[in-house]
């Protein structure tokens, strides 16, 4: 049976940052943000959004009539929990108007926690193939002002959608993955921006790329000549980079051609929106899916890193159904409606905390269908303006 990802949305929201802007006032040279680091923009992410809206703003585009009821599961995969208790997943399934028969979970491995979704989806939908599993990551980067991460901040969700016989990737069976307890990058519950040792994280990242790499060849006999692309999870693109280039020299001259073509085009929207941990490496599926020319049956790997650590080697094939391009056009809009930010209005943005305590806030400057108007009782209060 043929099972793996049907669709896969995006939503973050119209706030940005020019990166060129914020090195000026960083002192620093915009070609190592822009080429060093790989990044030209960074979505800011107001006070009115938290995980479960950009979830719900993501989800909302993919959950309609004819699926609702075969959603049996929702795995909200995020690092930026907004309950110690309380899933993400199902204040999510409120605000979507799910139905009350299918469970709902949130899944923690820092930027890792989609992917067991998208595996633990997998594997459900092979005992109950006429059902569906809603997959989330949603998550906003927060390192600090004046940090040395500042620049690889970002945020936003995707969801997908995991069925029989999708429309996008069929999922291989094979995929190698390996879990270290290190502290590479890390946020205490009293914290909210993550510690990180920036140096050491890439090399771990590296690290656990080459290990899994090697795994998946073992047990698949696959090489890189089976490949038409790699999609990464990336903090900043130039990240990705490096793992391709840690691989690239077992590749032939056209190969690696076509797998360079391929990575450009899987980095295009995540340079312009930044890290979002959980979502990054589906959003460079995405970007890979709607900006290279991709045909059925040719096979991307995937690889997922989650700090603290996790890392992942997946693959799958396009599928004989695939849209190529279909959300183009989503995205060509959603980057020309954007506002830009001076950095002393994202400034503002990032310092704005929610109180400890009830408060109402100021929706007015968000045009975000799902949005967080306040905290009622220690409750959050949420609204959705369909
Ligand atoms: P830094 O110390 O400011 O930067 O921090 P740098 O001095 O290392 O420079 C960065 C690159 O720019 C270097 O290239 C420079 O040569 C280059 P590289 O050696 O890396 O190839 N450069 C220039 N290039 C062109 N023109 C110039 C120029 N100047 C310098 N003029 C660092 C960089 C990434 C460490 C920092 O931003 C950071 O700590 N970021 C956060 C941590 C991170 O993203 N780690 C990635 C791996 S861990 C991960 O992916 C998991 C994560 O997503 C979290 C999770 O799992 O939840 C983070």
């Known amino acids: 049976m043929q099972i793996g990802i049907d669709q896969l949305a995006f939503y973050t929201p119209q706030t940005y940052l020019d990166l060129t802007d914020l090195a000026h006032a960083r002192d620093e040279d915009p070609d190592k943000y822009r080429i060093g680091i790989g990044q030209s923009e960074q979505a800011v992410i107001p006070v009115t959004q938290d995980a479960v809206t950009l979830a719900a703003n993501a989800a909302s585009q993919i959950i309609d009539q004819d699926n609702r009821q075969q959603i049996a599961m929702v795995l909200f995969g995020t690092e930026s929990g907004i309950d110690n208790s309380k899933s993400a997943a199902v204040y999510l399934k409120r605000l979507l108007n799910l139905p009350d028969n299918l469970r709902t979970v949130?899944?923690?491995?820092?930027?890792?926690?989609?992917?067991?979704?998208?595996?633990?989806?997998?594997?459900?939908?092979?005992?109950?193939?006429?059902?569906?599993?809603?997959?989330?990551?949603?998550?906003?980067?927060?390192?600090?002002?004046?940090?040395?991460?500042?620049?690889?901040?970002?945020?936003?969700?995707?969801?997908m959608t995991i069925t029989a016989d999708p429309r996008l990737?069929?999922?291989?069976?094979?995929?190698?993955?390996?879990?270290?307890?290190?502290?590479?990058?890390?946020?205490?519950?009293?914290?909210?921006?993550?510690?990180?040792?920036?140096?050491?994280s890439e090399n771990v990242y590296i690290d656990f790329f080459k290990a899994v790499w090697q795994d998946y060849q073992g047990q698949t006999g696959r090489s890189i000549a089976d490949f038409t692309a790699f999609a990464f999870h990336l903090p900043f693109t130039k990240m990705?980079?490096?793992?391709?280039?840690?691989?690239?020299?077992?590749?032939?001259?056209?190969?690696?051609?076509?797998?360079?073509?391929?990575?450009?085009?899987?980095?295009?929207?995540?340079?312009?929106?930044?890290?979002?941990?959980?979502?990054?490496?589906?959003?460079?599926?995405r970007s890979l899916f709607d900006n290279a020319t991709l045909h059925t049956g040719q096979r991307i790997g995937l690889f997922s890193y989650g700090s603290g650590a996790e890392g992942e080697f997946l693959s799958g094939t396009i599928s004989p159904e695939f849209d190529?391009?279909?959300?183009?056009?989503?995205?060509?809009?959603?980057?020309?409606?954007r506002k830009q930010l001076s950095v002393a209005e994202y400034e503002a943005v990032f310092n704005r905390q929610l109180p400890a305590h009830d408060v109402l806030l100021d929706t007015s400057d968000d045009d975000a269908r799902f949005v967080l108007k306040g905290i009622q009782h220690d409750q959050r209060q949420y609204l959705d303006r369909s």
């Open 106 to 159: 949130e899944l923690k491995q820092a930027c890792y926690g989609a992917t067991a979704g998208l595996q633990f989806a997998h594997d459900y939908v092979l005992l109950h193939p006429d059902k569906q599993v809603l997959v989330i990551g949603s998550d906003i980067a927060r390192y600090g002002l004046n940090t040395p991460g500042e620049v690889t901040q970002g945020g936003g969700a995707v969801a």
């Open 324 to 337: 190529s391009k279909s959300s183009q056009q989503w995205f060509e809009h959603f980057f020309a409606s």
């Open 169 to 200: 990737l069929i999922l291989d069976d094979a995929s190698a993955f390996h879990s270290e307890d290190i502290m590479d990058f890390w946020r205490p519950l009293y914290r909210r921006e993550a510690l990180v040792d920036g140096r050491y």
């Open 240 to 285: 990705g980079l490096k793992g391709l280039r840690a691989i690239l020299p077992e590749a032939t001259a056209a190969q690696q051609e076509t797998l360079m073509q391929n990575f450009e085009a899987s980095r295009s929207y995540n340079r312009r929106v930044g890290n979002l941990y959980t979502g990054s490496l589906y959003l460079s599926l």
